[in-house]
């Protein structure tokens, strides 16, 4: 019986005593969305990002929402996220400093192929009017995502109320693939960004229940930033390495390795930093 | 259906190529119960003998709540953590967010209701006749605890099986503590998590898979130490 | 009263458990160097006064004094020098060793195994063959004697022994009056015994009392 004992005890110790950070290097914490790391973005920066100027990129993907939430929390050090408006509303509110445009790729709707309410080609608006004569079923993020709060501001434009108790209108609260999955279970429109409709369609070996039926608008524009978490709100956090960061992310070089970042063979983002 | 067989394939793919983010996973998930469990038992153990075995006011009223906590739902927990550790928390200034620790704090919340309400149970149900057994063969009021606990070893290990599979499958309290940050706090089933959202059932399977072999393993090790200590 | 040393004197002792009175003793003495039989019918308060004798209980009234120890004394000072061999005995979730070791080991004395093996030989039971087994791969009878053995083990000055041969065959009846009685040959020990059997309890004791009601109702010596 010892023997066992003092052999767990070993594994035991060995598991608790091992150190959890690496300790070379300095280490910085953004929070962005699920929808942006699930592009696969990331992972290919952070490693150029680290051999540049020595700092580990650690990032957490949660929903819009919650992203502020933690810089206003302090508990990240900068974020990357697609909310223009909610962020310049952070910005002001003096939670996030230095914001500055990075990229932006776009939004689609997309729908059944049968498309009952007819809206293949449409404008936004009048898309999004003829689903809601038609009570086409609708799926919606309702989330507070970046995704969520761009469908909003749509039922906006078009002159109409979000149509939050109607019963064509599905809000899933669940991140963008899945919302799609329910979307083509129900024979839905629903509104999402290009890099996943990418990833779902190459999953149905390109031939997917739902097909993009309006894009270009320019009210389907998603811009990302870049904010760092305001040092005078957070007097702990890594200012001067999240600035590192949103020079490094500015810069021409990784402009350039941004654009020419490809999604099973597509591209996904065009570079706008100024 | 096919991501079921194509799930178990690439459990054996990941495992035998070495694969650097499946092992990361298995590592931080290891570290992590590990830490938890032993947290769990440090403090839960002697919280359920206390609970068991001494009478006190209130007893029947704290044996309820500590019965009702089985039922804690892990994003709860993993709320309520996040709101301690978070830099606005009370214990802002340990850097427990998403770090293990952070994740253990909230999983030894997890599984302390289970480790105290199943001793308290097992003490309460130890034979009668042990106390004046040992304090007749000269056993002081210490060795009589300890010995009382011995005795009723079986039942806490069944019970610390219990809440270390409660453990090492949850993900509400890992998600929201730890962040799923890859290489750092990303565990097995924040892994699958993320692996399902993203529509790779396949690997989520297999990550599942995974999850399942080392708990075979550790639910083995304990076994074998069960037999050893009969 | 008693200039003489005694092993236990009792005085005023009352036992009293919801109200009912369970054992009601106004004077009691028992000399050192005894081996005491008592026997009575069930509710008679036998098990009770053995449990007062082991210290493992307080009278609700009255006094147990042993030897020369005081209010002061410890009880667990008294239980290191006082075992009772219960009726059904309880055995730990150990081996036969363990089982008997367990006295051994908390007094942190050495030569464990020797002494162990020696307590098993008196009560019958080979250690080559029992010191390994597992508390639950022994027969009732063997259970019993493994008890007796923890108790032995330790070669107490007071060995109390509620029903010893209730659940034995003849042999092993023989084997545990054998054993109590080398006990109080070689080391002294006194023996107090509880049983029904009237006729072991006659062939084994010195003196003899009956209890009824919790009261003690004759004896052939002086109380």
């Known amino acids: ?274 | 259906m096919e991501y079921l067989w194509q799930g178990l394939f690439q459990a054996l793919e990941l495992l035998v190529s070495g694969d650097g983010q499946t092992f990361s996973a298995i590592w931080v998930t290891l570290r992590v119960s590990t830490m938890s469990i032993t947290g769990t038992l440090l403090i839960g153990i002697p919280l359920g003998f206390v609970l068991g075995y001494q009478s006190f006011p209130g007893k029947k009223g704290l044996r309820l709540i500590v019965d009702t906590l089985l039922s804690f739902p892990t994003v709860v927990i993993g709320l309520l953590v996040y709101a301690m550790v978070s830099r606005q928390g009370p214990l802002g200034d340990f850097g427990l967010l998403f770090t293990v620790p952070g994740i253990a704090i909230g999983q030894i919340i997890l599984g302390l209701p289970i480790i105290i309400a199943l001793t308290a149970s097992a003490l309460e149900h130890i034979d009668e006749r042990l106390r004046h057994t040992l304090l007749t063969l000269g056993a002081d009021k210490r060795q009589v605890m300890l010995s009382t606990v011995w005795e009723a070893r079986y039942p806490i290990l069944a019970a610390a099986v219990t809440a270390y599979g409660r453990i090492v499958s949850e993900v509400g309290i890992s998600m929201m503590v730890g962040g799923n940050i890859k290489w750092h706090t990303r565990t097995i089933t924040t892994a699958i998590a993320l692996e399902t959202n993203k529509g790779q059932f396949g690997m989520g399977i297999a990550l599942g898979l995974v999850l399942l072999a080392i708990a075979f393993a550790v639910n083995l090790l304990l076994h074998v130490l069960g037999q050893k200590t009969g | 009263m008693i200039p003489v040393p005694f092993l236990y004197l009792l005085q005023n002792v009352m036992v009293q458990y919801a109200g009912q009175t369970v054992l009601h003793i106004p004077s009691m003495h028992i000399p050192e160097n005894i081996i005491l039989g008592i026997s009575g019918h069930n509710g008679s308060g036998k098990s009770t006064l053995l449990r007062l004798l082991a210290f493992l209980e307080h009278p609700t009234q009255g006094r147990v004094r042993f030897r020369q120890a005081t209010e002061n004394t410890s009880r667990e000072f008294l239980r290191r020098r006082i075992t009772l061999l219960a009726q059904s005995p309880y055995l730990l979730k150990r081996s036969v060793l363990g089982n008997v070791a367990y006295g051994l080991k908390i007094r942190k004395e050495k030569q464990v195994e020797e002494k162990v093996s020696e307590a098993l030989d008196m009560v019958g039971l080979s250690p080559a063959r029992f010191l390994r087994r597992k508390w639950h791969q022994l027969s009732g009878g063997e259970r019993q004697r493994v008890a007796l053995a923890s108790r032995l083990v330790l070669r107490p000055d007071v060995l109390l022994l509620d029903e010893p041969t209730s659940n034995l065959d003849q042999e092993s009846t023989f084997l545990t009056r054998q054993a109590v009685l080398q006990a109080h040959e070689h080391w002294g020990t006194n023996l107090i015994m509880v049983s029904h059997d009237l006729e072991w309890l006659a062939q084994v004791s010195q003196t003899t009392l009956s209890m009824h009601k919790g009261r003690i109702q004759e004896s052939s010596y002086d109380i």
């Open chain 1, 1 to 274: 019986m010892n023997r066992y004992c003092i052999g767990i005890m070993l594994i035991v110790s060995i598991l608790l005593l091992s150190p959890s950070q690496t300790l070379a290097g300095e280490s910085l914490m953004m929070a962005t969305t699920t929808s942006t790391d699930n592009t696969g973005l990331l992972d290919e920066l952070a490693p150029l990002f680290e051999e540049d100027t020595g700092i580990e990129l650690k990032w957490t993907a949660v929903g819009t929402g919650k992203a502020l939430e933690l810089g206003r929390n302090c508990d990240v050090d900068v974020l990357l996220v697609h909310a223009p408006a909610a962020e310049k509303l952070y910005v002001k509110k003096g939670y996030g400093v230095d914001r500055q445009e990075v990229m932006y790729n776009d939004f689609v709707i997309i729908g059944p192929a049968s498309d009952p309410a007819g809206i293949k080609g449409m404008q936004v608006p009048d898309a999004l009017r003829a689903v809601f004569e038609n009570k086409a079923i609708f799926a919606s993020r309702g989330d507070d995502s970046g995704t969520n709060k761009k469908e909003r501001s749509l039922w906006d434009n078009a002159g109409l109320d979000v149509p939050e108790k109607k019963s064509w209108y599905l809000q899933t609260g669940q991140g963008m693939l899945s919302t799609l999955r329910i979307a083509a279970e129900r024979d839905a429109y629903t509104l999402t960004d290009r890099g996943t409709y990418i990833k779902y369609a190459h999953s149905h070996q390109g031939n997917p229940p739902l097909s993009i039926l309006v894009q270009g608008d320019k009210s389907l524009f998603n811009q990302y930033s870049v904010i760092a978490v305001s040092p005078e709100n957070c007097p702990d956090v890594k200012y001067d390495l999240a600035t590192s960061f949103i020079q490094w992310i500015v810069s021409p070089d990784v402009q350039k390795a941004i654009g020419e970042f490809r999604l099973l063979g597509q591209q996904l983002f065009t570079p706008n930093a100024q």
